[in-house]
């Protein structure tokens, strides 16, 4: 049995996708391309994106981590009854920041200010690497569909070959009988008495 011959996947876009091979967007034509070199689509994408990050960015995932974390409020609320408990307990009239705490407050303010600006870097670094992973994903189910595709074609060259190997051989079986029949004579074989 001959194996089919190899798979031309930018020449069967146009079956696949309704559209011919030079209609098609730069993803689908790369990962066409990547399909029939049978090359992976996508490396490790989280390695590739750790790659490309700088210190000020790992440094705003850090501090967003932290800020919303459990043990960022549990210290933060230590802090903040210390701070209490010091200026209005311990110290009493000779506390540094008295009620109504006007210096813890200018202190939360700068903490908020600066807080804010760093979780939102952090946030919109996140959504660009969502972004870039969904593109990853998005390529790699295409490749996906398009090896299911290309199988389907496969298989279906096989059956097709094989059906016209099994009437090929239907055929060579229908004239050998025809053959006997003639050598023997209509009459068929001869029965025994």
Do not use: C
Request: charged share 20%; net charge negative.
């Amino acid at each position: 049995m001959t194996h089919p011959k190899a798979l031309d996947y930018l020449g069967s876009a146009s079956r696949w996708f309704g559209r011919h091979a030079s209609e098609l967007d730069a993803t689908t034509h790369r990962v066409l391309t990547l399909a029939s070199r049978r090359q992976i689509a996508v490396e490790d994408p989280n390695r590739r994106l750790e790659a490309q990050t700088s210190y000020g960015e790992r440094l705003a995932d850090q501090v967003a981590s932290f800020g919303g974390s459990w043990r960022f409020i549990i210290i933060f609320a230590a802090a903040l009854v210390v701070w209490v408990f010091t200026n209005s307990g311990i110290l009493g009239k000779d506390a540094f920041d008295p009620y109504p705490y006007i210096f813890l407050n200018l202190i939360l303010s700068m903490v908020a200010a600066i807080q804010a600006p760093v979780i939102m870097m952090s946030q919109n670094r996140q959504a660009s690497k969502d972004r870039l992973m969904a593109g990853y994903d998005y390529e790699v189910n295409l490749k996906a569909e398009v090896e299911i595709l290309a199988l389907h074609e496969k298989m279906d060259a096989l059956r097709a070959e094989q059906m016209m190997t099994v009437i090929s051989q239907q055929q060579t079986q229908i004239e050998l009988l025809t053959r006997l029949v003639a050598e023997r004579g209509l009459a068929g074989p001869e029965m025994p008495n």
